[in-house]
Nanobody, 114 residues
Framework: QVQLVESGGGLVQAGGSLRLSCAAS????????MAWYRQAPGKQRELVAS???????NYADSVKGRFTISRDNAKNTVYLQMNSLKPEDTAVYYC????????WGQGTQVTVSS
């Protein structure tokens, strides 16, 4: 049974930083590409950043230069360091495989105030 547990969200002022974590279980984590997605109210879930099993990364244009995805295979955990946050980054953030698999965690809410 796959479990993805996201944490680290919160309320932050514009320009601030947060670090999200996602602990995975039930999969052989090290062989999977992983990603962070987000869903803002009234919008579709979108890909934010991805990291391959070998550590190559890719980012949505909207977060490039501000967000950094990383992984620790020993801890079965993927991270998202978010700097220079903007109000438009407000969303529920989820981790999943990349491409996405049909299971999701509960997500973690990120709210950026202006």
């Amino acid at each position: 049974q796959v479990q993805l547990v996201e944490s680290g969200g919160g309320l932050v002022q514009a320009g601030g930083s947060l670090r999200l974590s996602c602990a995975a279980s039930g999969i052989i984590f090290r062989i999977y590409n992983m990603a962070w997605y987000r869903q803002a109210p009234g919008k579709q879930r979108e890909l934010v950043a991805s990291i391959t099993s070998s550590g190559s990364t890719n980012y949505a244009d909207s977060v490039k230069g501000r967000f950094t995805i990383s992984r620790d295979n020993a801890k079965n955990t993927v991270y998202l360091q978010m700097n220079s946050l903007k109000p438009e980054d407000t969303a529920v953030y989820y981790c999943n495989n990349f491409p996405r698999a049909p299971y999701w965690g509960q997500g973690t809410q990120v709210t950026v105030s202006s």
